[in-house]
Structure formats: structure tokens, C-alpha cells
């Protein structure tokens, strides 16, 4: 008897999900600690009046205001369950036989799982020594078969994000018909100038596709609803791979509700930064080689050591997010839980 099921699913990584324990201080995630931004509780019980209907296929309203503040057609945009959704489908829509993906590693998880699923080759390029994306071996390993480069700005799990000379280089580089895609879930958080936003910046690029995502500064990751910027053709493919009505009728309501709370957002946004910029000062003093970050967490370089910290932690009730062998990446949350993240930290160090 033959097995019907493709024998490479096995071999593929499972998502790792932050760990969700009652009472403790989830820092494992990456989300926001404020709540959903006001008028989004409301906006979701008002879509609740009206769940026996489907929601707009075309998702034109959210759509709408989006290509009205980024100065784009809304042709360009294409919405999907979280950005995470439109990364698989963007793999799914370039994935002719035996082509490959280039993207750096360690970085977003998500990558290989996509990749493998479309039926696409993963080429990973190691970070440099700082955790960075090491932009000229992403360049070299650039061939024939390569559909697609993914670059990581800012880089989860590690931080930091990728300059503008570092980005300008890369459209230099690659050939028109190689997506340059940037995955920007983070972008709010990022204070360093030298960094570009990338819809700003490339959007006039015929081979720059850009994500973003409503689940990170925008407080929306339990309603999933993300989006991404391409030229129209490329968008009209990715929006076929798209399972019809992927953003629900309360996602749509509730990321407009968002939108209109952005100078809210801001203001949250920077109390994430500033806690930022304290909380990595202090984890320098007791690990040196916190590499920078733009985005609303931190990397500890822990090594062998990345899975007994995050165990540690456990035990005090602060659930991180490791990464065996290699690192543990730690959210920005309130003050107290950062300084209690900081306590952790400093037992772990001087025991
Ligand atoms: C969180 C995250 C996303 C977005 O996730 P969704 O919730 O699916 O929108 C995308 N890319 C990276 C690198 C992320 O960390």
C-alpha cells in the first residue's frame, strides 16, 4: 500500500508558539503589554452582531485606508491571516519547480516551514557575529534558481535591523527577476535612522515586496490579520493563493479601529523604546554581546546555556522564548516585568 501523504512534511520544523502559562509574565511572544488600543473591543463586539454573515471577500474598506496612508493603489495591498499567511502564500506563488529561497539564519521561523510547504529550496546564510544579517553572503548565495531573497528587518529573534546602504545594495545586486521581500512585522519599533522604511523607500522597485503586520505594535495578534505591499501583478498572484474570506469580518473592523488609534499606538510604541533602550543597557552588563535591536525584544547570546536560562526563568514565574543551543529572545514588557527579567538574568549570570 503507498502512503498517500508527501514524505517531506515530516522532516519540517513545527512552529514554536510562545509558552502561555496562567499568571505568568509572558515575554515569548513579542506582543505588546498595553491591551488592544481603544475603540478595538468595541469594533470586534459590534462584527460580533453580525458573525452569521461572511465578511468582505475583498477586504476593501481596511484595503482602502491602508493604500490611502502608505500613498499606494489599494491593488498593491493584499491582506491575509496574519503576515505569517501571506509569507507562505507569496512562497506558494513563486514556487516553480526546483527554485530556491534565500534568506538569512537564525531568523524568523516561519521561513523554513513556508518554504518547505511550497515545495521550495531554503538557502539559509548564517548571521554574522553580531547577529546580523551577513548581506554580501545573501548576495553570493543568490543563483539561477533563486526566486527570492528574504530579508528580516528587524531580524527576529536577534534585533537588529538592515540599513539603508545595506538594502540599496541589495536591489543593486539582485536581478529584477529575484523578489527582494522584506518582512517588517517590527517596523514601528525601530529608532535608529539609518534604517529605511521600506514601503518609503522601495515601493517603487518592481521587485520589492513588503510585510507588515497588525499583531505586533498594532496589539491585534489574536484576530491574525496582516498585510503586504508588492507591484500589482505580484500582488494578484499572491492574492490567489489566498483562502477566500482569510480576514474575518472582526479582524477587518478591529484594524480599522486600530488605524484610526495610531497616535495611541505611537505613544505606546515608545514607552516600548525607551524600556528598550534601559532593559538592554542592563543585560549588557551581565551578558556583553547583547547585539543591538530595533524591535520590541532582545537577544541574549546564551549558547548551550539558552534553554537552563529560559527554564530559569520558568521557575520565576517569566516565560522567554529559547532557542536551543543558540539564544533566548526575551520581550519588552511593563518596567517591573523588565526589571524582573534583569533579576533573573543576574542570578543566572552570577551563579
Ligand atoms: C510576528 C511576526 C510576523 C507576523 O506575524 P502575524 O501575526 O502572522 O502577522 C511576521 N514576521 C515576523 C518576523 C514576525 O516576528
Known amino acids: ?62 484595503r482602502g485606508v491602508l493604500a490611502q496612508r502608505l500613498g499606494l493603489p489599494a491593488e ?27 534568506y538569512s539564519w537564525r531568523s524568523f521561523e516561519a521561513y523554513p516551514i513556508a518554504a518547505t510547504v511550497a515545495g521550495l529550496k531554503s538557502v539559509q546564510v548564517p548571521n554574522t557575529p553580531d547577529h546580523r544579517h551577513d548581506i554580501d553572503a545573501m548576495l553570493a548565495a543568490v543563483g539561477p534558481d533563486t526566486r527570492a531573497i528574504v530579508i528580516c528587518s528587524p531580524n527576529n529573534p536577534t534585533g537588529p535591523a538592515v540599513t539603508a546602504d545595506e538594502l540599496d545594495r541589495v536591489f543593486a545586486s539582485v536581478p529584477e527577476d529575484v523578489l527582494v521581500v522584506i518582512d517588517e512585522a517590527y517596523r514601528e519599533f525601530v529608532t535608529d535612522p539609518a534604517c529605511p522604511d521600506a514601503i518609503e523607500r522601495y515601493a517603487d522597485r518592481p521587485n520589492a515586496v513588503v510585510f507588515r503586520t497588525f499583531s505586533k505594535a498594532w496589539g491585534l495578534a489574536g484576530l491574525r490579520v496582516g498585510y503586504m505591499v508588492a507591484r500589482p501583478d505580484v500582488a494578484d498572484a499572491v492574492s490567489r493563493c489566498v483562502i477566500p474570506f482569510a480576514v474575518n469580518a472582526a479582524a477587518q473592523r478591529a484594524a480599522l479601529a486600530a488605524l484610526e488609534a495610531d497616535g495611541e499606538m505611537r505613544r505606546r510604541v515608545a514607552l516600548v523604546t525607551s524600556e528598550r533602550k534601559r532593559t538592554v ?71
Not at 77 to 97: F, Y
Request: proline fraction near 9%; charged fraction near 25%; aromatic fraction near 6%.
Open 76 to 102: 498593491r495591498i493584499v491582506t491575509g491571516t496574519g503576515s505569517v499567511a501571506l509569507i507562505g502564500h507569496l512562497m506558494q506563488a513563486v514556487a516553480k519547480p526546483g527554485s530556491e529561497v534565500v
Open 281 to 351: 543597557m542592563a543585560a549588557r552588563e551581565l551578558v556583553p554581546d547583547v547585539p543591538d535591536t530595533q524591535a520590541n525584544f532582545f537577544w541574549l547570546p546564551l549558547g548551550e546555556r539558552a534553554v537552563e536560562f529560559a527554564a530559569h526563568c520558568q521557575e520565576r514565574s517569566l516565560l522567554v522564548r529559547p532557542f536551543a543551543g543558540d539564544g533566548v529572545r526575551v520581550t519588552i514588557g511593563l518596567p517591573e516585568e523588565n526589571d524582573a527579567l534583569l533579576e533573573a538574568l543576574r542570578a543566572f549570570v552570577e551563579d
Open 1 to 62: 500500500m503507498s502512503d498517500p501523504l508527501r514524505e517531506d512534511l515530516a522532516s519540517i520544523p513545527r512552529y514554536v508558539p510562545g509558552k502561555a502559562i496562567p499568571d505568568a509574565v509572558k515575554l515569548s511572544s513579542n506582543e505588546v503589554p498595553y491591551g488592544p488600543l481603544p475603540g478595538v473591543v468595541e469594533a470586534v463586539a459590534d462584527a460580533a452582531e453580525n458573525v452569521h454573515r461572511y465578511p468582505d471577500l475583498g477586504v476593501v474598506e481596511l
